[in-house]
């Protein structure tokens, strides 16, 4: 059913953005002086490191949002659905008069 496939996606993007939380992978660029005060490398491994915090939370940001929009998006759809079904078993087997 495409309510379930969109349901889905949404559930595969936050677990995405989870799994990005989880790996954290600023906290692999080295802090500090790097035994070096003062110098260039350090300032550029500073540079490397923030840099990789602003994408790793923009992708995060992006992904919850992404997941939010498809459980709204399959909500909506499967209240439509439900509606429409519910029209047409009301309205019996007869056909179908313009409004």
């Known amino acids: 059913m495409v309510i379930d496939k969109i349901r ?5 993007a936050a677990e995405v953005a989870q799994g990005l939380r989880g ?3 600023a906290a692999t660029v080295p802090a500090g002086d790097l035994g070096m005060p003062g110098s260039r490398a350090a300032l550029a491994m500073a540079q490397v490191k923030h840099a990789l915090v602003q994408r790793e939370q923009g ?3 992006r992904l919850d949002t992404h997941a939010a929009s498809m459980a709204k998006a399959a909500d909506h759809y499967a ?3 439900a509606a429409a079904a519910a029209d047409l078993s009301a309205r019996g087997q007869g056909p179908v ?3």
Not at 8 to 12: K, L, S
């Open 8 to 12: 889905g996606m949404g559930r595969a």
């Open 23 to 25: 790996a954290n992978c």
């Open 59 to 61: 992708f995060e940001v």
């Open 79 to 81: 209240a439509q659905e």
């Open 97 to 99: 008069k313009a409004s």
